[in-house]
């Protein structure tokens, strides 16, 4: 079966300094990769998706940015994280790109 | 643009009683996918049921269904045999679907959600 895994789970990062989220999806190739951002009180947005490697689509223009170096690796960074950075960060998945499933989540404060 | 109301900020439901949650949308698409997604308190987002727009048939997954209106643009989750495990955000999402590549680029639009709450 398919799992999907993000790290780190929560983090405390100061503002102007750098972020890497890493997402691995497991028992599938090619997939639709997906980061996702959860603001408090609020829905879900599409930042970044991915058709495959090296193939990105913003959908959200910010201070983030995303890469896929590898078939089943998503991985979400910025150079210089602002207040309004934080949030919780959702990686996601799909093998046809009509269901979405997402992975436990990042939890980002920046202080 | 597409939008996705959820009425129900907040419900409640005793335990083994049956709830309903209510989901509106908006579009012009005649062909998209609607889900009902779930977020317990460990903040992961789990797909609990999905409903392909082209199809009359209410999806059913166990103790959840749905109760899909294409003509009223309306999506009702229903919970049977409400388990306290259930308490949950539930966010109700829609997807349009796009011909190349048979699906979408993957941009769901999310309600706000509503807060269950089942009680012993």
């Known amino acids: 079966s398919q799992t999907i895994h993000q790290w780190p789970a929560t983090l405390v990062q100061p503002v102007g300094s750098p972020l890497s989220l890493e997402c691995t999806v497991e028992?599938?190739?090619?997939?639709?990769l997906y980061w996702y951002r959860q603001a408090a009180g609020r829905g879900l947005q599409l930042l970044f998706y991915s058709v495959g490697i090296g193939q990105i689509s913003s959908e959200v223009p910010q201070n983030l940015s995303a890469s896929r170096p590898q078939d089943r690796q998503f991985i979400l960074s910025s150079k210089k994280l602002l207040l309004s950075d934080s949030g919780f960060y959702l990686c996601?998945?799909?093998?046809?790109?009509?269901?979405?499933?997402f992975g436990e989540g990042s939890w980002l404060t920046v202080v | 643009a597409q939008t996705v109301t959820q009425s129900q900020p907040e419900m409640s439901v005793q335990e083994a009683e049956t709830v309903t949650l209510s989901c509106t949308y908006d579009?012009?698409?005649?062909?998209?996918?609607l889900f009902w997604y779930k977020q317990p308190p460990s903040r992961q987002m789990i797909l609990v049921i999905r409903?392909?727009?082209?199809?009359?048939q209410n999806a059913t997954e166990n103790r959840f269904s749905v109760n899909f209106q294409k003509a009223a643009k309306s999506f009702s989750l229903k919970i049977s045999d409400s388990q306290l495990g259930d308490t949950a955000m539930y966010f109700c999402a829609f997807m349009k679907h796009l011909r190349n590549y048979g699906g979408s680029q993957g941009n769901l639009i999310f309600g706000k959600g509503t807060k269950l709450s089942v009680k012993p």
């Open positions: 996601a998945w799909s093998a046809t790109g009509n269901t979405i499933y």
């Open positions: 409903q392909e727009a082209y199809k009359q």
């Open positions: 028992g599938t190739s090619n997939p639709n």
């Open positions: 579009t012009s698409e005649s062909n998209y996918y």
